[in-house]
């Protein structure tokens, strides 16, 4: 199994920059993407970006050119550098990491880290 931990969540005004970390421990030679998604009130859950274990990335039309996941090498911890935020991107932030050889059934949830631009 992958154990995920959210950090870095506040509050920011619009315009601002946030950085989340999402550390993972356990079976992490197993991970084969981390995604971070977000969930705003009343919304469904959406896919903000993922990054492979070869490191390639794909984002979400609303956050590209804004937002960078990224990787630290030899640590098994996943970055979302949030820059230029705007109000619409209020939401609870969570990571995902999905296992290579394991259905979407094992993927391995953080608990949320809250994100909140005021205007």
């Known amino acids: 199994q992958v154990q995920l931990v959210e950090s870095g969540g506040g509050l920011v005004q619009a315009g601002g920059s946030l950085r989340l970390s999402c550390a993972a421990s356990g079976s992490t030679n197993e991970i084969s993407t981390i995604a971070w998604y977000r969930q705003a009130p009343g919304k469904q859950r959406e896919e903000v970006a993922i990054i492979t274990s070869g490191g390639s990335t794909i984002y979400a039309d609303s956050v590209k050119g804004r937002f960078t996941i990224s990787r630290e090498n030899g640590k098994d911890t996943v970055y979302l550098q949030m820059n230029n935020l705007k109000p619409e991107d209020t939401a609870v932030y969570y990571c995902?990491?999905?296992?290579?050889?394991?259905?979407?059934?094992?993927?391995?949830w953080g608990q949320g880290t809250q994100v909140t631009v005021s205007s």
């Open positions: 995902k990491a999905s296992r290579r050889g394991y259905s979407s059934l094992y993927d391995s």
